[in-house]
């Protein structure tokens, strides 16, 4: 009798310890799989974004008219300290040589024109008589007129040739005047100022005039004396310590305004965003005021 209690009670040992191992054995299971659900989870594309790393280094490419050299070197700095994360990386030359190099493929985020033109020819959405080609470069709703400048008729300091207005271009006083080439925008502005003055045809006959590729080489004629005088932008002028004897009105010449647009196939489009709002403040706008540029109206 006691031999079969002592079998029996062995019996329901066995029985119990088997089910206590297959359960702690399916809960393992259990656990495991769980924890492979996580891991293979997949996060949703919108929630992904939130995973990735803020303040990502961005460089941004920009064109900009060579009259801009000066302040957007400067606002370069300020900019390090308020996005230290962005490398802006400037191409300065005459709006025209820009926008040729954009439409041939260059690295380009945001362009800076020192006329409209350029940027016209540039925007499909310009009038096709300016934008012959039908071009369809600038990002939707990004374009805004930045700022405005001034036409002025330089001399070197000390004023040598006695040179005091641009009327005064159409004496014996003028030996050379330096002009911008007719394929960029100070150029532009020389030639139908001088037009409406009726002195270009003049002054060419005469071969008093030599000419510079961008608006930066017709300041350093004029800064070294080998031009009597040069047509050039207030800003320019100050940049360079050159006396500026008279100022163009619109009457002599359209209003000098400066468009600055992001370019559609920018990789950076947030950040180039970013900076164009930036240049907008009235921090930036100082610095471009201390030297001749205001807001544009």
Do not use: W
């Not at 088997?18 to 809960?27: N, R, S, T």
């Not at 996580?38 to 064109?63: G, Q, R, W």
């Not at 470069?137 to 930045?146: A, D, K, P, Y």
């Amino acid at each position: 009798m006691r031999k079969k209690f002592a079998e029996m009670m062995l019996t329901v040992a066995v029985a119990i310890s088997l089910l206590v191992g297959c359960g702690a054995k399916e809960d393992s299971v259990q656990t495991t799989s769980e924890e492979d659900a996580k891991a293979n989870e997949v996060v949703p594309e919108e929630d992904a974004e939130h995973l990735t790393t803020d303040n990502e280094a961005v460089t941004l490419h920009i064109f900009a008219a060579a009259s801009m050299t000066e302040t957007l070197e400067e606002i370069q700095k300020m900019y390090a300290d308020v996005a230290p994360e962005v490398t802006l990386v400037f191409n300065f030359d005459s709006s025209g040589t820009l926008k040729t190099q954009i439409q041939e493929g260059a690295d380009c985020d945001i362009f800076i024109s020192a006329a409209q033109k350029q940027m016209n020819q540039l925007d499909i959405s310009a009038d096709p008589e300016i934008n012959e080609e039908g071009l369809d470069f600038l990002l939707e709703g990004s374009r805004v007129n930045l700022l405005e400048n001034k036409v002025v008729l330089a001399v070197a300091e000390g004023n040598p040739s006695g040179i005091m207005s641009f009327e005064d271009l159409g004496s014996d006083k003028l030996q050379l005047l330096a002009l911008g080439n007719e394929d960029v925008p100070v150029g532009q502005y020389s030639t139908e100022l001088l037009t409406n003055l009726e002195l270009l045809d003049k002054l060419e006959t005469d071969g008093k005039i030599t000419y510079g590729s961008n608006v930066k080489e017709v300041t350093t004629q004029v800064a070294e004396a080998s031009a009597d005088a040069g047509i050039i932008y207030a800003t320019d002028a100050f940049s360079a310590g050159l006396m500026v004897v008279d100022e163009a009105t619109e009457e002599l010449c359209k209003k000098v305004v400066y468009p600055a647009a992001i370019l559609k196939n920018t990789q950076n489009q947030e950040a180039a965003a970013a900076f164009l709002e930036y240049l907008q403040t009235p921090e930036c706008m100082e610095v471009f005021a201390r030297v001749g540029f205001s807001k544009a109206k």
